[in-house]
């Protein structure tokens, strides 16, 4: 880079050195190094592209260009409208709050059942789902137990007894006439007996010989038929035979 100097003696003066630079729409001023120069003469020189100049037709012209055909415009113009000033010039009336509510577009609808279920239809047909394979046996053992270890089931409490021991009845008779051998109907009254119940009789005793019950019947609530098979029964004989009476329910 040219340096400018005086004559022998002359006191210097050391410049910066600057070089023009565009960026964008902007000339920038950039320095690049440094050249000395005489003081008297640094208030005629000029700033050329490459260093100080004592020649104006060597100084720089600051009209900057970016290429042949775009000029860097140095004063800019005024500043544009703005869309809602432009929507008052096309006839509108309203508010900038009014304008920005004009630029929504209506709430839109929430899918029918039949446009969700048609939509799924469309994906699973061009996206199948892997079909999977069904768990092994031991699989699904070991999986139940593993759940069972996490989660042991609660104990709950002892639940009744299906036996209901309803007490005892006798069984008896007293022969003031001769009584034929054969089926005996008896009628006992039992607290707690319902219709229907399943009744069963169990002899406190071992049955006299020729003896034994056939059948027991709950013919209504609190009422027991029992029919007994027994031998003949002299005149003034009798018999008492007592049962525990059961109900299973």
């Given at each position: 880079m040219p340096s400018v100097f005086g004559g022998k003696g002359a006191s210097l003066v050391r410049l910066p050195l600057i070089r023009t630079v565009?960026?964008?729409?902007?000339?920038?001023l950039r320095i690049?190094?440094?050249?000395?120069?005489?003081?008297?003469?640094?208030?005629?020189?000029?700033?050329?592209?490459?260093?100080?100049?004592s020649d104006p037709e060597?100084?720089?012209?600051?009209?900057?260009?970016?290429?042949?055909?775009?000029?860097?415009?140095e004063n800019p113009g005024a500043p544009g409208k703005s869309a809602y000033e432009l929507w008052l010039m096309e006839g509108n009336?309203?508010?900038?709050?009014?304008?920005?509510?004009?630029?929504?577009?209506?709430?839109?609808?929430?899918?029918?059942?039949?446009?969700?279920?048609?939509?799924v239809n469309e994906w699973l047909t061009s996206y199948p789902p892997a079909k999977g394979e069904n768990a092994t046996p031991q699989q699904i053992d070991e999986a139940v137990q593993a759940y069972m270890a996490t989660k042991p089931p609660l104990k709950g409490d002892q639940g009744?007894?299906?036996?209901?021991?309803?007490?005892?009845?006798?069984?008896s008779q007293?022969?003031?006439?001769?009584?034929?051998a054969g089926d005996r109907d008896l009628t006992f009254t039992v607290n707690g007996i319902l219709a229907?119940?399943?009744?069963?009789?169990?002899?406190?005793?071992?049955?006299?010989?020729?003896?034994?019950?056939?059948?027991?019947?709950?013919?209504?609530?609190?009422?027991?038929?029992?029919?007994?098979n027994a031998p003949l029964l002299a005149i003034g004989a009798s018999y008492n035979?007592?049962?525990?009476?059961?109900?299973l329910r």
């Open positions: 565009v960026q964008g729409n902007k000339v920038l690049v190094g440094s050249a000395l120069a005489p003081v008297g003469s640094a208030d005629n020189l000029f700033l050329g592209p490459n260093g100080y100049v060597q100084a720089q012209d600051f009209v900057a260009k970016i290429s042949e055909e775009t000029t860097i415009i009336e309203g508010t900038q709050e009014e304008y920005l509510n004009s630029l929504k577009g209506k709430p839109g609808q929430n899918a029918t059942d039949a446009q969700i279920a048609a939509k009744p007894s299906s036996k209901v021991s309803l007490g005892t009845i006798s069984l007293n022969a003031v006439l001769a009584i034929v229907g119940d399943d009744v069963f009789l169990f002899p406190v005793n071992h049955l006299p010989s020729g003896y034994f019950i056939k059948s027991v019947v709950a013919t209504e609530n609190n009422r027991l038929s029992v029919r007994l035979i007592t049962c525990r009476v059961v109900v």
